[in-house]
């Protein structure tokens, strides 16, 4: 599970003790000390993965050798050391405390329930055994452990154990001890809210054709979504322009072939069809126009359209495609595959194929090659994120969700640990893109020859939906930026031609460059959205004669 974050928009009056102090003078033999500990005001999950907890301000208290501590909060005595940790938060309006031991540098905690405790008050009230414990665990290295127990608002005398080595790690005894003041209320931090589209999706294989559905973010880590999926065998993920979450199954299942709507809050399917593939191990949906593409192994490279499978590129044979995605341009398709040398991809192993990264425009021929064996488990899923990164899931592997891939390097990084070890597909949602004014009214478009200030109108029209604007002036070279809709130029231009792709701005402004050379063409520009009105400068003056366009 990934969880790399701390919970975020919380400012709190924090507590905590010192590990800094080494030169304080020891207690007087036979006072008994007493720390006082102030939770930070929270929440955590109890599930085994710490890492929602900060380390710095969640420190409630030094854990010892026989509980043995001194009065400045570190470990006091002849050979007593701090051997783990206390971290402590409280959520007030649930009175629910929670804690965290972990150990300290390379310690060894002892895994038994019986020794890993909290007592209020001289009462247990949470142990190894309990339900609302888990231990905290890293690579089957044992950390520590996670509890929670309900305790009132109040001050209470309190001591948290653990073994370390066969040794009593613990906040105090014989006297020694920390006291926890609660209160009744306090600033809770707000609870993160996330949206659909705030998470990236996956689904994992259990077993031959079962599907469990996954969904991470940076404030909760790694779920499952919904309950374990029987017979469905979902081996493709991914999300459309309007937001719904897609999965497609393979063979493995009475129903192949299919395309699955699936609720985003809760996992639910929501409706399916078929499409006519006998199978289906990946889709991507463009998202420049919208159309779905998939991969079928007895099909090829095919787009869904209207329910119906249309190949576009036959498999060559010997390849077996797991998964592809459209990049956010929406003029390459990446895909991931299996060479199987020209074997019958089914009669043989993956894990003894190369595993290669393959990429398709349209247009073009496949690019079978953009990255050839790759040293890395077998990839079965493939996504593009909204900043472009390549993410993939890895087959049969413990590190899994999910992993990057470097197209230059060809390289991966390992991935997180997670249970969900067969990550079949995984999606994200597309950039969101901006819209832009509406152009219903009267726009005009001038050119300032001489830098006065003011424009000579070119051109005033009266426009319900498209925009098109007769351009004729100069430019002396110089460039201008400014963003807005699309906008595409094409017109012979004397010396040299120019083809032109820029952006017009709320106001009418135009971004592009130009060479010294004198053009004249016409701009189009569709704009839906919002109302414009009145005269406004572009402020964008091209370096050199300083023309300026201007809008209204």
Same mark, same amino acid.
């Given at each position: ?63 010892? %050798? ?7 909060? @570190? ?33 060894? $905690? ?57 040794? %009593? ?138 329910? %119906? ?35 019958? $991809? ?103 020859? @001489? ?102």
């Amino acid at each position: 599970m990934m969880r790399n974050t701390k919970l975020a928009g919380a400012i709190f009056s924090v507590l905590f003790l010192s590990a800094t102090a080494i030169n304080a003078a020891p207690k007087p033999k036979g006072v008994n000390v007493t720390i006082p500990v102030n939770p930070v005001p929270g929440v955590a999950v109890v599930d085994g993965n710490s890492s929602e907890w900060n380390l710095e301000t969640d420190l409630a208290a030094r854990m010892c %050798t026989a509980g043995s501590i001194g009065e400045d909060g @570190n470990c006091e005595g002849n050979g007593k050391e701090n051997l783990s940790n206390l971290y402590a938060r409280y959520d007030c309006n649930k009175n629910i405390m929670y804690v965290l031991v972990l150990r300290e540098g390379n310690h060894s $905690p002892d895994k038994s329930a019986d020794n890993a405790w909290v007592r209020i008050d001289g009462k247990k009230v949470v142990d190894g055994s309990s339900g609302d414990f888990a231990w905290v665990e890293v690579d089957e290295e044992l950390l520590g452990y996670e509890a929670s127990f309900t305790l009132n608002a109040g001050t209470y005398s309190s001591q948290v154990h653990l073994n370390v080595s066969g040794d %009593t790690s613990s906040t105090g005894k014989n006297g020694d001890s920390i006291e926890i003041t609660v209160p009744e209320t306090c600033n809770m931090p707000d609870e993160p809210t996330s949206k659909a589209c705030d998470y990236i999706y996956g689904v994992h294989d259990k077993g031959l054709s079962d599907s469990q559905l996954l969904r991470y973010s940076a404030a909760g880590g790694l779920e499952p979504l919904g309950p374990l999926l029987a017979n469905h065998d979902i081996e493709a993920l991914d999300v459309s322009l309007d937001q719904q979450l897609y999965g497609a199954s393979g063979s493995d299942t009475n129903k192949p072939g299919h395309l699955y709507t699936i609720d985003m809050d809760n996992g639910d399917i929501l409706s399916e069809k078929p499409t006519g593939c006998n199978e289906l191990d990946g889709i991507s949906f463009n998202p420049s126009d919208g159309s779905l593409w998939g991969w079928s192994q007895d099909k090829g490279l095919v787009q869904i359209i209207d329910g %119906t499978c249309s190949t576009v590129v036959s498999n060559p044979g010997g390849f077996e495609v797991e998964d592809l995605t459209w990049n956010n341009a929406g003029d390459t398709l990446y895909f991931a595959y299996n060479d199987h040398d020209g074997a019958d $991809p089914d009669a043989g192993s993956d894990a003894n194929a190369a595993h290669h990264i393959g990429k398709y425009s349209v247009g073009s021929p496949v690019d079978w090659n953009v990255c050839n064996d790759i040293q890395a488990p077998e990839i079965e899923a493939l996504e593009v994120l909204s900043d472009d990164t390549l993410i993939v899931g890895y087959h049969d592997n413990r590190r899994q969700f999910i992993a990057q891939v470097d197209l230059e390097t060809c390289e991966t990084n390992s991935g997180e640990e997670t249970v969900y070890t067969d990550i079949e597909g995984i999606a994200a949602c597309l950039p969101e893109v901006a819209t832009c004014p509406s152009i219903v009214g009267t726009w005009s478009l001038g050119v300032d020859h @001489n830098c006065d200030g003011r424009p000579d109108i070119m051109s005033t029209n009266t426009y319900n939906e498209d925009l098109t604007w007769d351009i004729n002036g100069w430019s002396n070279g110089g460039s201008w930026s400014q963003e807005g809709c699309d906008i595409t130029m094409a017109d012979e231009i004397m010396n040299p031609a120019v083809i032109w792709t820029g952006t017009m701005g709320e106001n009418g402004s135009l971004s592009g460059t130009y060479g010294n050379t004198k053009f004249s063409g016409c701009w189009t520009a569709t704009r839906t959205g919002g109302t414009s009105d009145g005269i406004a400068s572009a402020n964008n003056p091209i370096q050199g004669t300083g023309n300026q366009f201007y809008g209204q």
